[in-house]
């Protein structure tokens, strides 16, 4: 009589997507990989923060970008230029990332020395994202001023499903009327465990802080020694 | 013997978004009502030029707006304050309008006298709103100065499938580094046939002229007299 072979289903069947992006999770806390998805509308300074943060990393730590786009290469050759690896994924025409994108990108590397840090840039989209675990350690939303201060609530997804509030180019808030408070107030509503900074990638303001909780973040989830 | 009976197929068989926009388009040139589909970011400042269009048309022709959003009546209520009747469709997750949602926000005003201008505003998205026709006659993509001049080759098909591009936030231009003349170049790169304003709803820059061009597309749409 043949063997009665059997496959263990899990319980819980998880997605395609869960199911990738809890391996990917698996690999990074085995390597001490801490990773971080950044998400935001186009223009909302994913980018020009990732100019401001990575230098401030880049003498301590091991790092690594991957860029979603839908076309273009434009923003991983930003990243190169601070001589920062840098993988571009280009999904054409997907509006958001998925957990077998960021496989396949992460796929080039893994054989290598592994990365402290990864900071995965998300296309541009405040709608999507929200819907797609990548197994990052934390879900930073980036709102820039001239966005306005009424977003929260039309677009309350990505808040509520995120660690981290970013509020971007602060140095524009001379020239629109943007409220901070109101955003932050409507914010911890739908998230009230939401860490929250105001940054400008142009001026540095905020920068120093936001640095730091990463560092905190990944000792945190990789004690030291 | 039973009578045969034939249901003749299209032999072009369109979606059912495409089947119903074309629905509304033949309803919509019927009553000669001319629509406008606004499409942009979140916060790249569809709701502030109608603010700003809205008046300019108000005292010659009968207006409607459709606000698309994913919740909220935020947007709807500016608009009524401006005495404009506006119809909100909260799509409750999804990240674009659909023709499906417009029919059943059109049924509701159908009966009553025809306006002259609908406009859609669309959800906050530069992706998935240019992949859905909604019947329109016009569709316009919006850019505000400060999402940055890179990203009509980041996101191409909204600018691909579009007849007008404003560049809106005008107003910002000393603030920030956005070259308009190298956003004209690619978007015409892609769209060859595509009219271009710089725009500022708070000063009014461009707005005129904007106006204008909407009179004449309707008065080509539908001759006077």
Redesign the interface.
Known sequence: MAEIRRVEVLENLLKANDYLAAQLRQEWDEGKTYVVNLMS???GGKTALLEATLPRLADRYRLLVLEG????E??AERIRALQVEALQITTG?T?HLESHMIEQAWRLVRDGPRPHFVFIEN??????PASYILGEHLRAVLM?V???D??V?????VFRNSQALLIT?A??LP??DFDPQRVWEEARGLQPQLSHWIVSARTGEGIDDWVRFLQEQRDEAFPPG
């Open positions: 509308s186009p223009g786009d839908i076309e273009t434009r923003d025409g509006c296309v541009g989209n405040l709608v999507c820039s001239p966005e306005g009424d977003k609530l039309k677009y309350p997804k180019k140095d524009l020239y629109v």
